[in-house]
């Protein structure tokens, strides 16, 4: 029988290619081919890059100061841990609010993945963010927030009651009355108006025994810091302390003090924890310091940037916290994690 079928199979088909084709899968009826997505999922899967592809620029106030530096290592290393690449650029100085806008304008015209920025001016910055979301680049702020009801995210220390701290802390040293003169750095930027209002509001609350008689700008510069101290102590002999803003404000106020053979009678209680401040806190130029974690501020930005980036929950206020540094707990654990930054 077998023959007989193999006989009469050389008259239609050869045996290979009968079985072949006996073998070979038949389509679905239904089955449809795929479809490539349209519309807005495939802008959805368009704005989120591969994470190697994620560059975010880091825009500070200025790079010329300890506090920037440690900001830029904070970022720097929350990028590494997620394979992204950080940007890092600013003006020199944190008074160049212009330059600042030019720097952040160019990075969304290099389409950057995200910005994370410190704000020079809380109102001037506020055109230049809404340009760069409208141009799809997510901009997140650290360090000083801006006027602004629609930014994403603020990640900062709570200046006002940072510096109400520090105010307490000064008023403290002093003995509970007496004359103080304030040392803000930048007027218009957030940070420098939160914390002189931080300030005010603990002189406030001595019901009239502390009396802010002086408050100067140092435009976040030690020379200029250093003379409106020496304006402060000619014009107020009985100056009994001072309360400084930030690195420059600190460093300036000290050497001017240190200069006019006051130290130690001027009480000195200022922001920010730089090698320079600490060398003046060891000496008893200066009495204690509010230390900000600008390693946190950085990596926290970034971290809420790439959430931003791919479409994840962003965090609008993170509080990066405060500590009050003396010559008395500067070895424990907790101020040498902040100091090592």
């Given at each position: 029988?077998?023959?007989q079928c193999l006989r009469s199979a050389k008259y239609l088909l050869p045996l290979p290619?009968?079985?072949?084709?006996?073998?070979?899968?038949?389509?679905?009826?239904?089955?449809?081919?795929?479809?490539?997505?349209?519309?807005?999922?495939?802008?959805?899967?368009?704005?989120?890059?591969?994470?190697?592809?994620?560059?975010?620029?880091?825009?500070?106030?200025?790079?010329?100061?300890?506090?920037?530096?440690?900001?830029?290592?904070?970022?720097?290393?929350?990028?590494?841990?997620?394979?992204?690449?950080?940007?890092?650029?600013?003006?020199?100085?944190?008074?160049?609010?212009?330059?600042?806008?030019?720097?952040?304008?160019?990075?969304?015209?290099?389409?950057?993945?995200?910005?994370?920025?410190?704000?020079?001016?809380?109102?001037?910055?506020?055109?230049?963010?809404?340009k760069a979301e409208a141009a799809g680049v997510p901009v997140i702020t650290i360090d000083?927030?801006?006027?602004?009801?629609?930014?994403?995210?603020?990640?900062?220390?709570?200046?006002?009651?940072?510096?109400?701290?520090?105010?307490?802390?000064?008023?403290?040293?002093?003995?509970?009355?007496?004359?103080?003169?304030?040392?803000?750095?930048?007027?218009?930027?957030?940070?420098?108006?939160?914390?002189?209002?931080?300030?005010?509001?603990?002189?406030?609350?001595?019901?009239?025994?502390?009396?802010?008689?002086?408050?100067?700008?140092?435009?976040?510069?030690?020379?200029?810091?250093?003379?409106?101290?020496?304006?402060?102590?000619?014009?107020?002999?009985?100056?009994?302390?001072?309360?400084?803003?930030?690195?420059?404000?600190?460093?300036?106020?000290?050497?001017?003090?240190?200069?006019?053979?006051?130290?130690?009678?001027?009480?000195?209680?200022?922001?920010d924890g730089s090698p320079a401040e600490v060398e003046q806190l060891k000496a008893g130029?200066?009495?204690?310091?509010?230390?900000?974690?600008?390693?946190?501020?950085?990596?926290?930005?970034?971290?809420?940037?790439?959430?931003?980036?791919?479409?994840?929950?962003?965090?609008?206020?993170?509080?990066?916290?405060?500590?009050?540094?003396?010559?008395?707990?500067?070895?424990?654990?907790?101020?040498?994690?902040?100091?090592?930054?």
């Amino acid at each position: 029988m077998l023959r007989q079928c193999l006989r009469s199979a050389k008259y239609l088909l050869p045996l290979p290619l009968l079985l072949i084709a006996a073998c070979a899968p038949k389509p679905a009826p239904d089955a449809a081919p795929p479809v490539a997505p349209k519309g807005d999922a495939q802008k959805g899967a368009e704005a989120k890059p591969a994470t190697g592809d994620i560059k975010i620029a880091v825009v500070p106030k200025a790079v010329t100061h300890q506090f920037w530096t440690t900001v830029k290592a904070g970022a720097e290393s929350a990028a590494k841990e997620a394979g992204a690449t950080v940007i890092w650029k600013g003006p020199d100085k944190e008074t160049d609010v212009a330059g600042q806008k030019a720097i952040i304008e160019d990075f969304v015209t290099n389409k950057v993945s995200a910005i994370v920025m410190a704000a020079c001016d809380a109102k001037a910055l506020v055109p230049t963010i809404e340009k760069a979301e409208a141009a799809g680049v997510p901009v997140i702020t650290i360090d000083s927030g801006v006027d602004y009801d629609k930014i994403r995210s603020l990640v900062a220390t709570d200046n006002v009651a940072g510096a109400k701290t520090g105010g307490e802390k000064l008023i403290a040293l002093m003995g509970g009355s007496g004359d103080v003169g304030c040392i803000p750095f930048v007027k218009g930027a957030a940070s420098s108006e939160d914390r002189e209002k931080g300030f005010k509001q603990a002189v406030e609350a001595t019901g009239g025994k502390v009396k802010l008689v002086s408050t100067l700008f140092s435009d976040s510069k030690i020379e200029t810091a250093a003379k409106v101290t020496d304006d402060m102590l000619t014009k107020s002999p009985n100056l009994k302390g001072i309360f400084a803003a930030n690195e420059p404000g600190v460093v300036g106020a000290a050497n001017a003090v240190k200069s006019a053979g006051k130290a130690g009678k001027v009480i000195i209680v200022g922001f920010d924890g730089s090698p320079a401040e600490v060398e003046q806190l060891k000496a008893g130029v200066v009495s204690a310091l509010v230390l900000q974690d600008p390693f946190k501020m950085g990596a926290e930005g970034v971290k809420q940037a790439l959430a931003a980036i791919k479409g994840g929950k962003v965090e609008k206020r993170v509080d990066t916290g405060v500590f009050i540094l003396t010559k008395e707990n500067i070895d424990s654990p907790e101020a040498q994690k902040l100091l090592m930054k």
